[in-house]
């Protein structure tokens, strides 16, 4: 998007010269279905074509207004020279006719006064309709977003997402309230100011016409040879970007490992390819409107000679030759500006794209017409023959069979990628099953509403979030109309609450965007204090205490098992001494519960979780480790 952005911007100042030669295009991003895309951008404004016409409409008679201007003064300067010519002759009653230019003044005025006043209602106007159309589409990619699956999220960078929200949707905007109404005027203008050149002399309007492809081939020659140098220029920008935020996000692990004179050094070596590129880019762009005003200059001598002829024959008035090197300036202005819309046009089409590709996304399976509600959980849960992949060619989790209890704390234990967090996911229904049943009090997840399904569970991650806002609106989060007595509560219970009080503002406490004015481990503890004051019929707790020191996991240990209490509980660790006292241990590998049982029958078992527990407890025993690997 910024060599995108830098495209317009470069390829705008190209276009505002007096000359008539055409702009420099610089390459811009371009959509693959040009036709297909700006239908269906042009079916957001169908809504609004009465409003598109007021429009046009002021948009034409703003432009009309300021085309006849020139020709009207020019027959101001008409007078006045015959008025001077007659005194100078000694002809009598000779004089200025002051009346006359005085009415010619007072029309003059008018006509500007009319065109900035269309101009402004049209302004006024394209800005409600472009906004509206935004905001229609905003609101449309904000509910889409919503009833995207989460492998959706899983399988692209935030930042893509983010760019499409919001770059590609203020590329629209902004196209939409300028570039529009821009190109409506500059089209208008072109085709008034040739009719009034036509008008004045055809012969006159034939040579400026005439030198509009010497203004071309100058520019392709030119363009040719700059273009390959504003693509490395923005392909060297991105990689010092990119080179940029990578250094300073991870500044203190280049520090502690030394690496600042190959950061430093590989920072030098991009910068200078964007140096290169940049100066000769700008230098070999910059060449064209010196040959343009060269090129501007042999018109105007020969407007100037060849309307003097004319003149001096009685052809055409004086003013009239005034009034068409006024029209041979405004000429070449809305070519260029028609250029330059049609590269930004280009760009915004590309943009929506991407919206539309967003928008076409396959979405979450549509719930059921009679979903139910389950109004007073308990939270018995059932996993029947379950199969689930990610993808078609590896199967991850075949013929998965569980049976949990309500009031059950269930440990998922395993090593890296057996499939604990997936397990979770099925549950939560962000991921629907290959095949067999997931039941919760008797009632298939399929079958439940979403939202209500959701409701039953309270999540602490091992990955925190927070948003930006007061560590009492954080904890709040976990159930809405929460009183002030019950967020204490809750962060009392969670062992967060001695904490929160150290902090200047206590509960006041504005936590940034990252939250990084707080240690990881508090963090940890305020979304503990969130899950407790939710009070869900489910909880899952995904590594809830990796992050917290010793001393200070004990005493979590000990909320959750008063927090555990009447509650079926899914507890995901790798550290196994957090999970001694589950009601049922389902061990995972692969994808398999291969082991289930409580940790004494497990130990005894001397299987798989026996080797994974005493490999944290006698790390030394390398014949243990390699068992596990």
């Known amino acids: 998007m910024n060599g995108q952005r830098a495209s317009q911007r470069i390829s705008g100042r190209q276009g505002r010269g007096q000359g008539f030669g055409p702009p420099m295009v610089i390459p811009v991003q371009k959509a693959k279905d040009f036709k297909g895309t700006i239908k269906r951008l042009m079916g957001y404004l169908r809504s609004r074509r009465y409003q598109l016409l007021v429009v046009f409409l002021t948009a034409l008679l703003s432009t009309i207004f300021s085309i006849v201007s020139p020709k009207i003064m020019g027959m101001a300067i008409t007078r006045l020279f015959?008025?001077?010519?007659?005194?100078?002759?000694?002809?009598?009653?000779?004089?200025?006719?002051?009346?006359?230019?005085?009415?010619?003044?007072?029309?003059l005025g008018g006509l500007y006064i009319f065109s900035s006043s269309f101009s402004f209602l049209q302004h006024y106007i394209m800005a409600g309709v472009a906004q509206k159309v935004v905001y229609d589409l905003r609101k449309e990619v904000h509910q889409k977003l919503s009833r995207l699956p989460l492998k959706f999220f899983d399988s692209r960078a935030y930042g893509e997402i983010l760019s499409r929200v919001i770059n590609d949707i203020d590329n629209i905007s902004s196209t939409m309230q300028h570039s529009l109404t821009q190109l409506i005027t500059s089209i208008v203008t072109l085709l008034g100011v040739i009719v009034m050149m036509?008008?004045?002399?055809?012969?006159?309007?034939?040579?400026?016409?005439?030198?509009?492809?010497?203004?071309?081939?100058?520019?392709?020659?030119?363009?040719?040879?700059?273009?390959?140098y504003f693509l490395g220029q923005q392909k060297a920008l991105g990689e010092l970007n990119g080179h940029v935020e990578e250094m300073y996000s991870g500044h203190l692990v280049i520090k502690a490992f030394g690496h600042e004179d190959r950061s430093i050094a590989k920072f030098d070596d991009i910068n200078e390819k964007l140096y290169q590129s940049?100066?000769?880019?700008?230098?070999?762009?910059?060449?064209?409107?010196?040959?343009?005003?060269?090129?501007?200059?042999?018109?105007?001598?020969?407007?100037?000679?060849?309307?003097?002829?004319?003149?001096?024959?009685?052809?055409i008035q004086i003013g009239d030759v005034q009034a068409f090197i006024t029209y041979a300036r405004q000429f070449s202005q809305p070519i260029n500006q028609a250029a330059n819309i049609a590269n930004i046009i280009q760009s915004t089409i590309a943009s929506a794209e991407r919206v539309f590709e967003l928008l076409d996304e396959q979405e979450e399976v549509p719930e059921d017409p009679a979903a139910k509600i389950i109004l007073s959980p308990k939270g018995e849960i059932t996993f029947e023959n379950v199969k689930f992949s990610y993808n078609k060619e590896s199967k991850l989790i075949e013929n998965m069979n569980i049976d949990v209890k309500q009031g059950q704390t269930i440990a998922i234990v395993g090593p890296t990628g057996a499939g604990k967090t997936t397990l979770v996911n099925l549950l939560m229904r962000f991921y629907e099953i290959d095949g067999g049943t997931i039941t919760i009090d008797g009632v298939s997840i399929s079958k439940l509403k979403r939202g209500n399904l959701r409701s039953l569970?309270?999540?602490?991650?091992?990955?925190?979030?927070?948003?930006?806002?007061?560590?009492?609106?954080?904890?709040?989060?976990g159930r809405e109309g929460s009183t002030e007595e019950e967020i204490i509560k809750a962060a009392k219970a969670a062992y967060a609450d001695y904490f929160?009080?150290?902090?200047?503002?206590?509960?006041?406490?504005?936590?940034?965007?990252?939250?990084?004015?707080?240690?990881?481990?508090?963090?940890?503890?305020l979304t503990i204090a969130r899950a407790i004051l939710a009070d869900p019929a489910i909880l899952i707790l995904d590594e809830a205490t990796s992050s917290v020191d010793t001393r200070t996991e004990v005493c979590i240990q000990k909320a959750m098992n008063e927090l555990r209490k009447g509650?079926?509980?899914?507890?995901?660790?790798?550290?196994?001494?957090?999970?001694?006292?589950?009601?049922?241990?389902?061990v995972m590998n692969h994808g398999q519960v291969i082991e289930k049982g409580s940790h004494n029958e497990l130990l005894a078992k001397g299987g798989f979780y026996a080797d994974l527990y005493n490999s944290q407890f006698t790390a030394g025993d390398i014949r243990t480790l390699d068992k596990i690997c």
């Open 457 to 477: 569970f309270g999540m602490v991650l091992q990955d925190t979030w927070l948003f930006s806002g007061t560590i009492r609106d954080n904890i709040a989060y």
């Open 198 to 228: 036509l008008s004045i002399s055809p012969l006159m309007t034939l040579m400026l016409i005439l030198i509009l492809p010497l203004s071309f081939i100058i520019t392709r020659i030119i363009t040719a040879r700059s273009q390959n």
């Open 567 to 586: 509650r079926t509980s899914f507890v995901i660790a790798h550290r196994l001494s957090t999970v001694r006292d589950a009601d049922l241990i389902l």
């Open 278 to 315: 940049g100066w000769r880019a700008l230098f070999i762009s910059g060449i064209i409107m010196p040959l343009m005003n060269f090129i501007n200059n042999i018109g105007y001598v020969l407007v100037c000679v060849v309307g003097g002829v004319l003149v001096t024959r009685r052809a």
């Open 82 to 107: 015959e008025n001077v010519m007659a005194k100078y002759k000694g002809l009598p009653g000779a004089g200025i006719d002051f009346n006359y230019i005085l009415h010619i003044l007072l029309i």
């Open 500 to 525: 929160i009080r150290t902090l200047p503002n206590g509960y006041d406490t504005i936590l940034n965007e990252e939250a990084s004015n707080i240690s990881q481990g508090q963090k940890q503890l």
